[in-house]
């Protein structure tokens, strides 16, 4: 009878890097790496089918899966894991080694062993990385980029070759033409290879927006010109002008969109140059509505906000409405447009998703939200009858849910 010890390339990783691996926060790559050279793949040993053992012990046996039927196949396909983590090589590449088997068998097999892993791991290695922190998608790296550059015709690739050469911008228009520079632009910069872009033609007409030495007449002259989002957007970019929202944060004021236009009549009446640019978007109902950017000079910016500070009728605006009901105390707390913006996720929709029902604030036996939170080890706060947390600290805040439904017996 073969030895139940198997050999599998994870060992000496796993004993070499013991248990310091940090997850990294969110879904990623690197959480799968770290995984398996954490310390959760030790010497493994699988119990061969006619050996009666205590399987509970994870540190010495690793069952095998049931569609697995011998050692060879287990060890092939552990290899195919390790070669898809740590080498530069394809699903494909990884498939005409071992027999060629499709991308997708290949794919169905990395992920199948992942897990097999996970539910054989010890638990702490299971709670430090969960299985939803694992990002199956493989990063390219700069040899396969080139590969696919070569599949697609070698484009990117050539585009490089001449960058590298010296090549001016001028240079690849003739020799390319816009279309394939564009379409280069975005996998070059993968790469680390800035293409040179021109300047754009409407920047020369309101250059002067930035000139201090301009009087209100002539920045209001320049400001009434911009009449399209597009040059909007372009002149926010270059810094040349800035809307009203962000001045009225900047100013330490807590106001809804709806009501910027109240502070834009606030800053009329000090004769401060501004216009506004009307947008078309469409609303959850896939209706159309139009909305108004209140913007101002970017070199008005300071008197703005001194203006805003020292207007003691909107002192009412000033008390920051959100509050934080748990976590680490600190000592900014986040405006509500940022709470709902996609930096923040929902509490409430994170623990339905957990126990697998709506949660509506209160469960069974008188269980409300601040129960299950309690002894949150992240920042919890709550704003417009609603609780939210930074979506880069979901893992451990939902680690920490999980394990309170349980002390409760929720789940």
Known sequence: MRSPEVSTPFQ????NYGQNQNPVEGKSFENLQSFVISGTV?????????????????????????????????????GMLYTYLFEEKTLE??????????????????????????NGAEEWARDQFPLE????????TLTSRQKFSEIQGGRSNNIAKRLAEGATLDDLKKEFGQGQIARSRVALKNRGIDIEREKNPVLPRFEGLGNPEATNDEIQALLDKIRYPREYLLLKKSGLVVDVTTVTRKAGLHLRSNRIGLISESL???????????IIIKDKDGK????????????????????????RNLDIFRVNPVSQIAGPKEEKLPNTSKLVSEEYGSLGSLIGELIESRWGGMGKGGINTADIIKGSPVEIYYAKRRFFYRNGQEIQLRQHIQSRLRELGII
């Open 12 to 15: 000496t990783e796993a004993l």
């Open 42 to 78: 030790k010497p493994i040993k699988v119990a061969p089918g006619d050996e009666k053992s205590d399987y509970s012990d994870r540190r010495i046996y690793y069952t095998l899966p049931k569609n697995k039927t011998t050692f060879q196949n287990q060890d092939r396909d552990l």
């Open 93 to 118: 590449d990884i498939g005409k080694e071992n027999g060629n088997l499709t991308r997708e068998a290949v794919r169905q097999i990395i992920e199948a062993r992942v897990k097999d892993l996970h």
């Open 133 to 140: 922190s694992f990002d199956f998608r493989k990063p390219f």
């Open 268 to 278: 009329a009446k000090e004769l401060l140059p501004q216009t506004k640019v009307a």
């Open 288 to 311: 159309e509505k139009t909305v108004y950017y209140h913007i101002i000079a970017t070199i008005h910016e300071p008197i703005a906000v001194d203006l805003l500070q020292s207007n």
